[in-house]
């Protein structure tokens, strides 16, 4: 086939390595691929380090929309495109005005569980410029079919897949990443790894390494990632009396050379509509961390309570403390948990059972 991916945001997180991780498994599949995004975005460099062709479009502005859809129309008619998949609200867009009245068809990837339909444009992108959504986990697909009135026959759910390092490799890189960090080896690290905004729950993570760190005090909590809320919890940080405790370090690409050097992985999300499938928690099962998140989202289907980790419920800061000190306290169950972690991710969340799941809703769409 060829197919041809967008994604329209100007960040890299979980949606954008997404597409640059389903890209490499499709091209392996024999599939010829493009991949499309704003002019110098991380995304396209990423796919060309590849060897994937890459498209620059200026994916800005509502009032361009149709402009940037007959730039778009025009990029797959010339590379005789059989298969558009979408990743993000903007390109979706375009892409359903690209494709009307051409016999390409259009795929909607939906990486966050909240409604896609908020006014009447999206309203006929979704019934008539869109032959079918592929979401991460069922609590998407069940927000499309309730709040945005999708035939269920039209949605699939395929969870994230991505790629896993040699156990040599996690050795070494443990070693690297815990130099960088400056601590020994007897340090407890429970690494965060989102954006810092606010459905990612990082002031209840806070509030947590706070309990923690009144029984133990020889640990360190990385957060790795940007936004927003950087210097709010910053200040909440320094309130709190957590500093020597707390690392921000901002966007880091490069994220499997940094996992292997927690202990333990810890994700905050809430209930916000949000949260659906991150793939920072696929990169600690892959990594064979245990796992402490809150019950979120599709969260529930990549951590096995009480096997792989710890499920507690969301803003429930003294629940993640507790969560956090079983494991701090029991080595031992953080290693036999960071095996079903590994497990888990062996059986379900590999790219190459993603990338076959994918194309078998392009095989379907296009029959």
């Known amino acids: 086939m060829k197919i041809f991916l967008s994604n329209s945001t100007d960040i890299f997180a979980g949606g954008e390595d997404y597409v640059q991780i389903l890209a490499k498994y499709l091209k392996k599949r024999g599939h010829t691929l493009w991949v499309s995004a704003l002019p110098e975005h991380l995304l396209l460099k990423k796919c060309e380090e590849l060897g ?57 990837g939906i ?30 697909k069940n927000v499309l079919i309730r709040e945005d009135h ?28 815990r130099s960088w960090l400056g601590i020994s080896e007897d340090t407890t690290v429970i690494g965060n790894v989102a954006r810092l ?11 947590a390494i706070a309990e923690v760190t009144k029984q133990h005090t020889n640990v360190l909590f990385p957060i790795i990632g940007d936004g927003e809320l950087l210097a709010d919890l910053q200040q909440q940080t320094k309130a709190l009396a957590i500093e020597r405790y707390v ?12 996992y292997p050097g927690f202990d333990i992985y810890c994700h905050s999300s809430l209930e916000m509509a949000a949260e659906m499938f991150p793939i920072a928690i696929l990169r600690a099962l892959a990594t064979g961390l245990p796992v402490i998140c809150t019950n979120v989202g ?25 969560a956090l000190l079983h494991l701090i306290n029991d080595p031992d169950l953080r290693a036999s948990m960071g095996q079903a972690s590994f497990e888990l991710f062996l059986q379900k969340f590999h790219a190459s059972a993603m990338a076959r799941n994918v194309e078998e809703v392009y095989n379907k769409v296009l029959a």
Not at 66 to 81: D, Y
């Open 298 to 322: 599709g969260i529930r289907a990549m951590v096995e309570d009480r096997v792989s980790g710890h499920l507690t419920a969301p803003e429930d800061p003294n629940a993640l403390a507790s």
């Open 52 to 108: 994937i062709e890459t498209v620059p479009l200026a994916y800005r502005g509502m009032s361009r929309v149709f402009t940037v859809a007959a730039a778009l129309r025009r990029e797959l008619k010339k590379r005789s495109i059989e298969i558009i998949h979408s990743n993000a609200n903007y390109d979706r867009t375009c892409a359903a005005v690209a494709v009307a009245y051409t016999p390409i068809l259009h795929v909607a």
């Open 150 to 177: 999708i035939p269920p026959e039209k949605i699939t759910t395929i969870p994230i897949g991505i790629e896993h390092d040699t156990q040599e490799f996690r050795e070494e890189a443990r070693l690297r990443a």
């Open 247 to 258: 690392r921000f370090l901002g966007f880091r690409d490069r994220l499997n050379e940094i």
């Open 197 to 207: 905004v606010p459905f990612k729950g990082h002031r209840y993570l806070l509030l």
């Open 111 to 140: 990486h966050s569980a909240h409604s896609i339909q908020y006014n009447l444009t999206h309203l006929l992108r979704n019934r008539w410029g869109t032959d079918h959504f592929i979401t991460d986990a069922d609590a998407g």
